[in-house]
Nanobody, 122 residues
Framework: QVQLVESGGGLVQAGGSLRLSCAAS?????LGWFRQAPGKEREFVAT????????YYADSVKGRFTISRDSAKNTVHLQMNSLKPEDTAVYYC??????????????????WGQGTQVTVSS
């Protein structure tokens, strides 16, 4: 079973930046980030292929967030710039199941981290 541990969350003012990291216990297929705000469904943020050459973003973060992968260290990062109060949520790292490709659906991911809180103040 793959273990995923997120880090890097915190409190930041609107317009600021944060960098999230997720360390996987072993090599995985795709790695993705999701987020869940209070009272809302968990939603897709970004995903990256096992090679790191393919990425896919939610429209709400495109141009502001960048996902990257260090395959040698089984680590994925999410650089978040120009943060907005609506980005406030618990951010979860997820490891994709084989054969699903770059997929925004929660069902395409079989392992999840515990989450890290991101709070953006206005």
């Amino acid at each position: 079973q793959v273990q995923l541990v997120e880090s890097g969350g915190g409190l930041v003012q609107a317009g600021g930046s944060l960098r999230l990291s997720c360390a996987a216990s072993e090599r995985t297929f795709s790695l993705g980030w999701f987020r869940q705000a209070p009272g809302k469904e968990r939603e897709f943020v970004a995903t990256i292929s096992w090679s790191g050459r393919g990425t896919y973003y939610a429209d709400s973060v495109k141009g502001r967030f960048t996902i990257s992968r260090d395959s040698a260290k089984n680590t994925v990062h999410l650089q978040m710039n120009s943060l907005k109060p609506e980005d406030t949520a618990v951010y979860y790292c997820a490891a994709g199941s084989p054969g699903w490709g770059l997929n925004p659906q929660k069902e395409a991911y079989e392992y999840w981290g515990q989450g890290t809180q991101v709070t953006v103040s206005s």
